[in-house]
């Protein structure tokens, strides 16, 4: 017996289609497998049904093991987590570097436009400054690093190199430059990130 969605990815990598009925079955209806075949795992002797070298090999399923259901459920949320990363680069394959680089580089150009403000709105926007630059400062301290220090240089840095990939250097590679270390975040969740904490 084979649940819904999973009948539905079958179908799709078979080239077959469900039919409710055995009474409705055809040959143009039927779908094709290299490989069919059933395994047993763990203790209880779990078993699955593998289909292998279908003609439509887009539905991959993928098969988490763990010492514990603790860990099954961490590598889970984790490959989760991967998935919606390659999603977000599927819809929009624009990046930006990490490590608190492109935080940074938004607040040297938020500040840049406080010093042309009048009034009060100078203000808020100098504190917004303040609470991007905020994700370095947590970077450099989980690192290790003296955080006010290393925010600090990389704001200057980055002003005077005119170099928006320094970031901080969590690895302790001793190469600021996040392009260059490939540290990188997709553009869509950096500015999802921006929003959701703005609002």
């Known amino acids: 017996w084979v649940g819904g969605p999973e009948i539905e990815l079958i179908a799709i990598a078979t ?3 469900i039919v409710p009925r055995f009474s409705e079955l055809a040959p143009e209806k039927l779908g094709k497998a290299g490989v069919v075949r059933e395994i047993s795992f763990g203790t209880n002797s ?3 049904l593998v289909i292998e070298e279908c003609p439509n090999n887009k539905a991959v399923t993928i098969f988490i093991r763990g010492a514990s259901s603790m860990v099954v ?29 492109g935080e940074i580089a938004c607040s040297l150009a938020i500040a840049e436009q406080a010093d042309k403000t009048t009034g ?6 100098r504190s917004f400054c303040q609470a991007l630059e905020t994700v370095a400062m947590a970077l450099s301290e989980n690192s290790g690093l003296n955080s006010v220090k290393t925010v600090a240089d ?18 302790l590679k001793g190469n600021e430059n996040m392009k260059e270390q490939r540290v990188i ?8 990130q921006i929003q959701l904490a703005t609002q």
Do not use: F, W
């Open 73 to 101: 459920a961490e590598a889970q949320r984790s490959l989760h987590d991967a998935l919606c990363v390659i999603r977000n680069l599927v819809r929009d394959s624009r990046v930006v570097y990490g490590g608190g680089a």
């Open 185 to 192: 975040e997709t553009l869509i969740g950096k500015k999802q």
């Open 46 to 48: 779990e078993r699955m």
């Open 15 to 17: 080239g077959g289609r």
């Open 154 to 171: 990389l704001r200057s840095r980055q002003k005077t190199e005119n170099n928006p990939y320094l970031g901080v250097d969590c690895l």
């Open 120 to 125: 009060l709105e100078q203000y808020a926007m």
